[in-house]
């Protein structure tokens, strides 16, 4: 069988009638030659239309490419119905489902006698990927196996059809029942996280004992998330304290569009070694989601702050800043994941920069080893105090 141009197809589908999908006839006239060169510049315009619109967006399906898909369906020529529906779909990937529905509606309404069996090998390859549930690898192998069998393409577009309905029920049926267990959840419940713990003993020349302890969860809601994060460690080498720092972090977030939000942040600190018992920082701003994949994230932030810090010698620093800050997530392999997260705050007296670099190897479902790197740098320390100041930690991950 000839498989014809896009065109080509689009011109020979003149010659139609009734056609009855399920219960509901549709009806629909012979298109006149005179009228398919304006039939086609629409579907072309919108093809063009739909081709620069996000590929999340869902359009209604042109009424000219209906018509030049009903009147194929018409003629009942599996190749051209095909080709007609292949095109459509390239051209019009917003419209997608509902072309999948009019091929679905096409196919059921046929007479079983008029299907032709798929060659086994082919059906099974097929049948495989299906079953496998991988959209991606469900539409390469529909794919290549209408271009190693065009004859039967019409048949392999059925089994892609019906998948495509099946798995579109099915996230929609899941995203429902997430919002459903999201909107009933209780203020406590709905929570995930993790604790960490390291510790370290060194005798001899040296001796050294230090406790790392750190908890952080997070709830994710249907129009904003939370996120809690507390962090402690201690450390005494030759009789005198190294270590000796805390943390704890509260910080919510309220999506404004898919991908823009607005956040807050509110950060307790004691850091000794830093030459400071307490400081306290507020900010909020606007943050976006520059990277938004299943296996990577990238969040920026950035907004105005206030800072408080009281030192051990005597005194404190009250201030306005500005807060710039970043999170970064990247899933390498299903077993390691590596993180950073960073935050500068500008003052008029000071600039303050955290940077947290972590590696995450998963070693059982809840547990992970993990080792993370830690820098602090402050552009104006009190007198005695180093600029810099860096953590290097091993410590197991509990998951919950």
């Known amino acids: 069988m000839i498989l014809l141009s896009p065109l080509t197809t689009l011109a020979a589908l003149t010659a139609v009638q009734p056609l009855s999908f399920g219960p509901v006839p549709v009806q629909f006239e012979a298109v006149p030659s005179e009228g398919l060169e304006t039939r086609s510049?629409?579907?072309?315009?919108?093809?063009?239309?739909?081709?620069?619109?996000?590929?999340?967006?869902?359009?209604?399906?042109?009424?000219?490419?209906?018509?030049?898909?009903?009147?194929?369906?018409?003629?009942?020529?599996?190749?051209?119905?095909a080709t007609v529906i292949t095109l459509a779909r390239e051209t019009h990937p917003q419209s997608a489902p509902e072309i999948d529905a009019l091929f679905a509606a096409y196919e059921a309404q046929r007479d079983p006698a008029d299907k032709k069996e798929v060659p086994n090998p082919v059906r099974e390859m097929l049948e495989v990927a299906i079953e496998s549930g991988q959209d991606r690898d469900v539409e390469t192998v529909g794919k290549l196996a209408k271009q190693a069998n065009p004859e039967d393409a019409a048949l392999f577009e059925t089994m892609l059809a019906e998948y495509r309905t099946k798995r579109a029920k099915e996230k929609a049926a899941k995203e429902a029942a997430e919002r459903a267990r999201i909107e009933q959840a209780k203020l406590w419940e709905n929570w995930t996280g993790e604790g960490q713990i390291g510790a370290s003993h060194a005798t001899g020349n040296t001796k050294s004992a230090g406790?790392?302890?750190?908890?952080?969860?997070?709830?994710?809601?249907?129009?904003?998330?939370?996120?809690?994060?507390?962090?402690?460690?201690?450390?005494?080498?030759?009789?005198?304290?190294?270590?000796?720092?805390?943390?704890?972090e509260y910080e919510p977030q309220i999506r404004i569009s898919p991908r823009a939000f607005v956040f807050g942040l509110g950060r307790w600190e004691d850091d000794r070694m830093q030459g400071f018992d307490t400081r306290w920082s507020a900010s909020g701003g606007l943050g976006y989601k520059v990277i938004q994949q299943d296996n990577m994230t990238l969040n920026v932030k950035a907004g105005p702050a206030w800072r408080q810090t009281h030192y051990i010698k005597g005194?404190?620093?009250?201030?306005?800043?500005?807060?710039?800050?970043?999170?970064?997530?990247?899933?390498?392999?299903?077993?390691?994941?590596?993180?950073?997260?960073?935050?500068?705050?500008?003052?008029?007296?000071?600039?303050?920069?955290?940077?947290?670099?972590?590696?995450?190897?998963?070693?059982?479902?809840?547990?992970?080893?993990?080792?993370?790197?830690?820098?602090?740098?402050?552009?104006?320390?009190?007198?005695?105090?180093?600029k810099l100041d860096t953590r290097t930690r091993f410590t197991l991950v509990y998951g919950f």
Request: overall charge negative; hydrophobic content about 40%.
């Open 41 to 81: 510049a629409a579907v072309l315009l919108s093809a063009e239309e739909q081709l620069s619109t996000p590929p999340s967006v869902i359009l209604p399906l042109p009424d000219a490419l209906r018509t030049l898909i009903e009147a194929a369906m018409v003629k009942g020529e599996d190749g051209e119905v």
């Open 211 to 248: 406790l790392s302890l750190g908890i952080g969860i997070t709830r994710k809601g249907i129009d904003w998330d939370q996120r809690f994060r507390a962090q402690a460690d201690y450390q005494r080498t030759n009789g005198r304290t190294t270590v000796d720092r805390y943390l704890a």
């Open 315 to 386: 005194g404190q620093d009250t201030e306005l800043t500005g807060l710039a800050g970043l999170d970064f997530a990247w899933q390498m392999s299903p077993t390691l994941r590596l993180t950073q997260t960073a935050s500068t705050i500008v003052g008029e007296r000071t600039t303050a920069t955290s940077a947290l670099t972590s590696v995450n190897a998963k070693l059982t479902e809840d547990l992970s080893a993990r080792f993370s790197y830690a820098a602090d740098l402050d552009t104006n320390p009190p007198a005695g105090i180093e």
